[in-house]
Antibody, heavy 120, light 108 residues
């Protein structure tokens, strides 16, 4: 069974750096074609894709947020970490990670999400 | 960058009716990398359709996807009470992976 679970702080102050972790099971990021991606959703708004990391350590970022994002993986721990610098209240959102295999399969399994509020 | 525009923003129907949700891309996209997601309040999105027409694991056959090029459709036959939710389309062929703004399917 494939599962993913996000974790991170519920509250961060403006200008701080957010670190959220995706811990997964049921698949390996050492497997060719495997990818994990991050998506966020501000309250009452649409989904916004943020970043992707591949089995071969290739990384891709949202065009508008690229300068603030860093994605990394620890395959020994089955974790993917997303860092977002210079947080602002507009970054208040639920942050999701999902499995995203190479091919036609889409983002097929999602975590439950972790809600982050940016406020002083 | 591709823009996906969903219509309508809100669709009000009764259980048992058929829902037709549309998604239009600002430029032609590869059908293989087109999908639909369902999101209920307080829950994570769930993949419904991938490759424009293939139902994901466990998705009932009352859900179907169609389309190509710039125009895609999600059809839900014989609406069940649990189908009332927000639906998002997405193209995932190449980064950035854009979502539509969502269509809210509500009970009439």
């Amino acid at each position: 069974q494939v599962t993913l679970k996000e974790s991170g702080p519920a509250l961060v102050k403006p200008t701080q750096t957010l670190t959220v972790t995706c811990t997964f099971s049921g698949f390996s990021l050492n497997t060719s074609g495997m990818r994990v991606t991050w998506i966020r959703q501000p309250p009452g708004k649409a989904l916004e894709w943020l970043a992707r990391i591949d089995w071969d350590d290739d990384k891709y970022y949202s065009t508008s947020l690229k300068s603030r994002l860093t994605i990394s993986k620890d395959t020994s721990k089955n974790q993917v970490v997303l860092r977002m610098t210079n947080m602002d209240p507009v970054d208040t959102a639920t942050y999701y990670c999902s499995r995203f295999r190479l091919g036609e399969y889409g983002m097929d399994v999602w975590g439950q999400g972790t809600t982050v509020t940016v406020s002083s | 960058e591709i823009v996906l525009t969903q219509s309508p923003d809100t669709l009000s129907l009764s259980p048992g009716e058929r829902a037709t949700l549309s998604c239009r891309a600002s430029q032609s996209v590869i059908t293989t990398y087109f999908g639909w997601y369902q999101q209920k309040p307080g829950q994570a999105p769930r993949l419904l359709i991938y490759g424009a027409t293939t139902r994901a694991t466990g998705i009932p056959d009352r859900f179907s996807g169609s389309g190509s090029g710039t125009d895609f459709t999600l059809t839900i036959n014989r609406l069940e009470p649990e189908d009332f939710a927000v639906y998002y389309c997405q193209h995932y062929g190449s980064s950035p992976y854009i979502f539509g703004q969502g269509t809210k399917l509500e009970i009439k």
